[in-house]
């Protein structure tokens, strides 16, 4: 396999300050270092505070690392550049409508990332996102639609829609699947993994979920306040996990949160 994804020795550190003090610093999170491979998903899963969430914005550029470096393609990733990463790096966010321009149609939120990184006409643009809105499962009238005409489980096929736009090679997806009824995560879970196949997308989901690491990760990360304390294939973790977080993290059951196979595959 291709790695397309290197992160090395990346942290993140913030200065609070009280009045007149000298501002203290606080991590949120200590250097790490992971590769990922095209095609790949990895998952990354902690307790709430843990860092996971700071990984995901670090590497879609929404937040710049305090040191270390990220490499696409084996080229250094300029942190400040957010253009040059959001045409390769996309994410997708827990909550779909609040992501969405309430006053805004489906076709011009889609068609806005082409504005800014193509140089297409209107008529190309326009056909793009029809063709796009057909890979998420949606129809070519939702081109006019507005996000609260559409139900939760289209308003994510929606941010999905947005971050493949720009046929990125990489996925960021931070908790995107906790807010969907049981049996429309799985319709989303499927649509990923079949544009994954289709596009060789590779995925970083952030998630707490045991049982959907479990189906669709490769290798998993586990974060504990702010450090990496167990990385691996999904199957060595779940056989033999070295730590205790892992272990609970990985066969916690939860009655709200259990995705089976035979769900995942309807």
């Not at 095609?39 to 590497?59: C, D, V, W, Y």
């Not at 996309?90 to 504005?115: C, K, W, Y």
């Not at 559409?150 to 807010?179: K, M, N, T, W, Y």
Request: charged share 20%.
């Amino acid at each position: 396999m291709t790695k397309v994804l290197e992160v090395v020795d990346i942290s993140k550190y913030y200065i609070h300050k009280t009045g007149w003090l000298p501002g203290k610093k606080i991590c949120a999170l200590e250097p790490i270092s992971f590769s990922l491979e095209r095609g790949e998903t990895l998952a990354i899963m902690g307790e709430t505070g843990s860092g996971k969430s700071t990984i995901a914005k670090l590497i879609a550029g929404a937040e710049v690392p305090s040191q270390g470096d990220i490499f696409l393609n084996g080229q250094r990733l300029d942190p400040h550049n957010y253009r040059q990463r959001c045409q390769h790096i996309r994410m997708i966010f827990q909550d779909a409508l609040r992501s969405l321009n309430p006053e805004t149609s489906v076709g011009a939120q889609l068609a806005e990332p082409l504005h800014f990184n193509t140089d297409w006409d209107q008529e190309k643009k326009t056909s793009h996102v029809v063709e796009t809105l057909r890979k998420v499962g949606l129809l070519p009238d939702h081109y006019n639609f507005y996000p609260h005409m559409l139900s939760s489980g289209q308003q994510q096929r929606v941010c999905i829609a947005r971050a493949i736009i720009l046929e990125p090679q990489i996925i960021v997806a931070d908790e995107a699947f906790v807010a969907l009824d049981p049996s429309i995560r799985a319709q989303i879970i499927n649509l990923m993994l079949d544009l994954q196949q289709d596009m060789g997308i590779s995925f970083i989901f952030v998630t707490h979920s045991a049982e959907i690491v479990k189906h669709i990760a490769d290798k998993i990360l586990i974060m504990h306040h702010g450090r990496l304390i167990e990385f691996g294939t999904t199957e060595a973790l779940i056989k033999n996990p070295q730590q205790e977080l892992t272990k609970n993290l990985l066969h916690a059951e939860s009655k709200h949160n259990v995705l089976t196979h035979s769900t995942i595959q309807e």
